[in-house]
């Protein structure tokens, strides 16, 4: 079972990677083909905006938690490889 402790650890970690994300997205725009990585981070920035959210976070079982944490990680690494 994922701790809440090491879980804000990890969103914190996939935040920093979201906001850079979203700077090369706006830096290379031109070059490079990021249709992919636009959808990661889409999706990302939607995974953690439903994990940050405390109050519903705090109305889930631990298992529902645990869901939703292994969620966010993974709708990026999928969403990414697409």
């Not at 994922?2 to 706006?26: E, I, P, Q």
């Not at 990661?40 to 079982?61: E, F």
Request: aromatic content about 6%; overall charge positive.
């Amino acid at each position: 079972m994922v701790r809440d402790g090491a879980f804000s650890n990890t969103l914190c970690h996939l935040v920093y990677l979201y906001r850079g994300a979203r700077k090369l997205m706006t830096e290379t725009d031109s070059i490079l083909d990021l249709s992919s990585l636009k959808r990661a981070v889409g999706a990302l920035g939607r995974a953690i905006r439903v994990a940050s959210d405390k109050r519903a976070m705090d109305q889930l079982t631990p298992d529902q938690r645990e869901v939703i944490h292994s969620g966010v990680v993974q709708s990026f690494e999928i969403t990414y490889e697409l």
